[in-house]
């Protein structure tokens, strides 16, 4: 059986690579970008900075800067109509995942119309949309190198997977130094979520040879890096890293798929508006628990990747020792309990059969080395508390 691999046509990776920018969006023969980002990467003199590469080429763009985390569908109406009205003929996406996800609609939305729900997964997307490029300043969702977007309906909180073709970025320009200057919780968040990617894409059910290398390769950069990055924001060796090891990540969940983690974590985003990498990291020991008897030697090679098991520690050992590091580890970056993060537990508990339905709708559970029943979903839900 043979696997598709889909990537972004150019991958610019280092220092400066976002400096890029004017010069590929010449390349690419585009003269009209919309920027696509928050109010965090203006004030941050981001997009000044994004212009200026432009406007060395001659190119004048505008910028939609209204984006929010956790991206609606109500958050991008004014972006699509933008890029109905306005001609423009490419999308520089600049941010953390919410304004690349936000730019891979509103791509796809102001070229074809419709609405966000018509696009939703199992569709499978293959329009070509405005080319996107993208330019991460997170390490990270991953979502310059993926084929997905996540757009919250917010008229019944649920978190709608598009996936396919159309939401590639045509270019990913992957620079670290653009999150030198990320707090420590953004840095933790985001970190554990591309952990999250790399393990979820080596167990995965779809995974491949060729998933396989890039997952193995993340978590390799992140494992030994992720605490590095949390202690010093300051540490370009160990930003590098990290930066890299989320767009590989990005790579290997793309072309294999994510799995129980992030099929559960979507509904607690969705109805407790938690950070998604958050929601992450709340579930990622207590999922791993679940699926590790069903995948042994996999999970195994995750921990020898990350750095928490040696080469010559046997499948059992090694596995010991990744439930460890993933306790560990959240301790370390502070994660909090969904208690701590102020989620009612009452409210939650009431939720638990929405929340287990909404998971298995998203296909993701189904790629998991263990695939649950819905009452197993609540039961691991459950342990949150
Ligand atoms: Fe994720």
């Not at 609405?115 to 990270?140: H, N, Q, S, W």
């Not at 978590?219 to 992720?226: K, V």
């Not at 998971?359 to 263990?370: F, I, Q, Y």
């Amino acid at each position: 059986m043979s696997a598709q691999i889909i990537l972004p046509r150019v991958l610019q990776i280092g220092a400066g690579a976002s400096q890029m920018v004017g010069r590929i969006v010449k390349e690419l023969e585009c003269q009209r970008p919309l920027i696509v980002t928050d109010k965090m990467m203006v004030t941050l003199g981001y997009v000044a900075r994004i212009q200026e590469s432009l406007a060395e080429q001659a190119i004048s763009s505008d910028v939609f800067d209204d984006t929010v985390p956790e991206p609606t569908v109500v958050s991008i109406e004014a972006g699509v109509t933008a890029v109905r009205d306005g001609n423009y003929d490419c999308i520089i996406a600049l941010g953390g995942g919410s304004p690349i996800d936000s730019a891979k609609a509103i791509g796809i939305l102001g070229k074809y119309g419709g609405v966000m729900r018509d696009y939703k997964f199992p569709r499978v997307v293959t329009e070509p949309g405005l080319p996107i490029i993208a330019i991460p300043t997170t390490a990270g969702t991953g979502s310059e190198a993926t084929r997905f977007t996540i757009i919250t309906d917010e008229s019944n909180d649920e978190k709608m997977l598009c996936a396919g073709i159309a939401f590639m970025p045509t270019v990913a320009l992957v620079d670290y130094e653009l999150t030198l200057s990320l707090p420590p919780r953004t840095t933790a968040d985001t970190g554990i979520d591309a952990l999250t990617h790399a393990m979820e894409a080596y167990v995965s059910k779809k995974a491949s040879p060729y998933s396989d290398t890039q997952a193995i390769a993340a978590m390799r950069l992140l494992g030994p890096n992720l605490r590095r990055v949390f202690h010093d924001g300051g540490d370009r060796e160990a930003r590098e890293a990290m930066m890299l090891g989320s767009t590989l990540a990005g790579v290997a969940f793309s072309n294999a798929s994510v799995a129980l983690v992030h099929g559960m974590s979507r509904p607690i985003g969705a109805l407790y508006h938690v950070p998604h990498g958050l929601s992450n990291a709340m579930l990622l020991p207590a999922v791993t628990e679940f699926s590790i008897s069903a995948c042994q030697q996999r999970y195994a090679q995750c921990a020898r990747a990350m750095g928490v098991a040696a080469s010559e520690d046997d499948d059992d050992t090694a596995n010991t020792k990744l439930m460890s590091e993933l306790y560990a580890l959240n301790r370390e970056l502070n994660v909090p309990t969904a208690e701590e993060f102020g989620i009612d537990r009452e409210h939650f508990l009431s939720n638990l059969e929405l929340m287990a339905e909404q998971a298995l709708a998203s296909g993701s559970p189904g790629n998991n080395p263990r695939v649950p029943s819905k009452d197993e979903i609540v039961e691991i839900y459950r342990q949150l508390w």
